[in-house]
């Protein structure tokens, strides 16, 4: 098995509303990859479609090389946007039901339980009733739910929504884990930082279209080193210059620069110099968030 998902053309419509267009990717065995795009792009129809909650109007989803079948849902762990937890039900009664429902027994399902809990600091609230935990604490219920049948491809829609740093580092030390292991994960996420630290591949969906596509490195690579990290002391009167500037982004007293082409990275030096104390000058490939600004922006104009 090489592949384990491909989505071939899929579209689909809610009455007169395109949601996702002619939408294929294929994620590879092994890989983590990443559904990017702003809000209302497509993504979470996207993953819906993936795992047979809706159907595509047309095209083809395949999973593990085969046309979707429900049996394939109980190697699939799916951690969704919206909360979904009983609320009334204590956690890990909750966690070794959920496991059970994926064909895991009792008592293998409460170690299992047991063990996640604690892993993600949670082993104390293990009797408590889902109601009573935080947004976070319940974030992380979802996932462990996710995880606990050990399945061999993890599909989490914005599983860091709602966590506080820490926590979000948690639980991507865990994602981290479970690609050494082999797993293959797909999520989406507006954390972009982490795309670039953990992901293979990508795929940036805007108005259901997928709109950039392809290894990571592949994708940075393709534009270049154009960018400028600039740290400075003082003021720089040159950088609402469109001439110079595809993109600035401005932090104060750091500023990340996207030249146009054909711009001469020494003269952007020469004229910060000249203007302010430059305490630092780096010329890099851009980040993934500049370029999904960047993306998004020109597709928007082409929407229009």
């Not at 293979?200 to 596509?213: K, T």
């Not at 003021?235 to 595809?246: I, S, V």
Request: net charge negative.
């Amino acid at each position: 098995m090489n592949n384990i998902l491909e989505l071939h053309s899929v579209t689909k419509r809610f009455d007169s509303f395109t949601a996702v267009e002619e939408l294929s990717f294929v994620i590879p065995k092994g890989t983590v990859y990443g559904l990017l795009g702003p809000n209302g792009a497509g993504k979470t129809t996207s993953i819906r479609m993936t795992i047979g909650i809706t159907m595509p109007d047309s095209g083809e989803v395949r999973l593990f090389d085969e046309p979707f079948r429900r049996e394939h849902l109980k190697r699939i762990g799916y951690l969704p946007e919206e909360r979904g937890l009983y609320k009334r039900m204590k956690i890990q009664e909750l966690l070794v039901f959920l496991a059970q429902l994926k064909g895991v027994p009792h008592a293998d399902a409460t170690q299992r339980a047991a063990r996640w809990l604690d892993r993600l600091e949670l082993g104390k609230w293990a009797k408590a009733k889902a109601e009573e935990l935080s947004k976070g604490m319940q974030q992380k219920v979802q996932f462990i739910a996710a995880v606990l049948h050990d399945p061999d491809f993890l599909i989490l829609d914005e599983p860091f929504s709602g966590l506080d740093p820490n926590n979000a580092r948690d639980l991507l030390d865990v994602l981290l884990e479970q690609r050494k292991a082999g797993k293959t994960i797909m999520f989406s996420t507006h954390r972009m930082e982490t795309v670039e630290r953990v992901c293979d591949a990508i795929c940036l969906v805007n108005h259901g279209r997928s709109v950039l596509e392809g290894k990571l490195k592949d994708v940075k690579g393709g534009y270049g080193k154009s960018s400028i990290h600039l740290e400075f002391e003082g003021e720089l009167p040159f950088l609402d210059r469109k001439d110079l500037f595809q993109s600035v982004n401005n932090y104060g007293n750091f500023v990340e620069l996207r030249l146009n082409p054909g711009v001469d990275s020494q003269e952007v030096l020469r004229m910060a110099s000249e203007a302010a104390r430059v305490t630092k000058f780096e010329l890099v490939e851009p980040s993934l968030e500049a370029i999904f600004i960047d993306t998004v922006e020109r597709t928007e104009v082409a929407h229009a």
